[in-house]
């Protein structure tokens, strides 16, 4: 069945979904965004990544031509003309077209976008074996230049990480905050686990606030894992008995190597694998139906 792709209104073809290049999304990264999972028919923690949606917007004052709960309907529409039961769902709003300063209030006019594709990101055995990776040099984005809580559509930093990423020949990559705590991956919020207890890093310290990272924090709660939110270092990784990074496209995924370091046993660790069955069976069951 050939993809319909949800343009300012209308459900177009891929070959159609075009926009302006002068939309300041494309010419200075002037825009928001979210990544959505769809499950079973469901799409999952639809009204959280709505919720930091509209935060993102409010933040850098873009004003979306949709209310939140057309935007859920129009979302529903989406999945549905693609018959899609499971798969990603990219949901972008740019500031619009505009010239060439940097001016927002030349862009009256949003755009809004939403793409639905098939996922596959890691495979299965990427699970259990665990992820091989390292830190980079490149720093997270200052929370008080821009914010990195704003899902913004400048992702130039994380793209540098992923740069040093491939570089080093992994997947995904540890950064740093500018005080040198460990703020998050390229494109995923980090865990880590010792001696039974869970941690990672609060969001002040440059991260996400992820969707996952919050599903697995009250997983956590509900099995019985101590759960702290506390800024810890590289070499707390190094020593940690078991990492792991979540998102949503990565769902929870297992560390076995930093920077050279074996972590725990060398693959997905008990608590990493717990949390990631248990995350597994509420995706099936949680979230907003697409179909009646
Ligand atoms: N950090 C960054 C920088 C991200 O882009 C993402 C989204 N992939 C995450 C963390 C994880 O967030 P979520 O669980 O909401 O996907």
């Known amino acids: 069945m050939a993809q319909i792709i949800y343009l300012n209104g209308q459900y177009v073809s891929k070959e159609d979904a075009k926009i302006s290049v002068y939309d300041h999304g494309f010419l200075y990264g002037d825009g928001i965004f979210e990544g959505i999972r769809i499950y079973n028919g469901n799409i999952f923690k639809s009204k959280e990544h709505l919720d930091?949606?509209?935060d993102?917007?409010?933040s850098i004052m873009l004003d979306i031509p949709l209310k939140q709960d057309e935007m859920q309907q129009v979302l529903i529409e989406t999945i549905r003309r693609n018959e899609l039961r499971d798969g990603y769902i990219r949901?972008?709003?740019s500031r619009g077209p505009g010239d060439l300063g940097l001016d927002p209030r030349r862009s009256p006019k949003a755009n809004v976008i939403i793409i639905v594709e098939q996922l596959s990101i890691y495979p299965e055995e990427a699970?259990?074996?665990?992820?091989k990776t390292v830190s980079v040099s490149t720093r997270r984005n200052v929370p008080d230049a821009l914010n990195p809580k704003i899902k913004s559509l400048n992702y130039l930093n994380n793209i540098l990480v992923k740069i040093q990423a491939n570089l080093a020949g992994v997947g995904e990559a540890i950064m740093l905050n500018s005080q040198g705590y460990v703020a998050e991956g390229s494109s995923d919020n980090i865990f880590?686990?010792?001696?039974g207890v869970v941690y990672t890093p609060p969001c002040y310290v440059g991260a996400l606030e992820g969707i996952t990272r919050a599903a697995i924090i009250e997983i956590c709660g509900e099995l019985g894992y101590t759960l702290k939110e506390?800024?810890?270092?590289?070499?707390?990784v190094y020593v940690a008995d078991e990492v792991f990074f979540t998102g949503t496209a990565a769902e929870v995924i297992a560390v076995r190597e930093v920077d050279a370091r074996?972590?725990?046993e060398g693959k997905a660790g008990p608590i990493t694998t717990h949390l990631l069955k248990e995350f597994r069976k509420l995706v099936e069951i949680d979230g907003v139906k697409v179909y009646e």
Not at 127 to 131: K, W
Not at 192 to 195: G, L
Request: proline share 4%.
């Open 52 to 54: 930091r949606l509209y």
């Open 56 to 58: 993102s917007a409010k």
């Open 91 to 93: 949901l972008v709003v």
């Open 127 to 131: 699970y259990l074996r665990g992820l």
């Open 192 to 195: 880590i686990v010792k001696r």
């Open 230 to 236: 506390e800024p810890f270092t590289l070499h707390d």
């Open 262 to 264: 074996i972590i725990g």
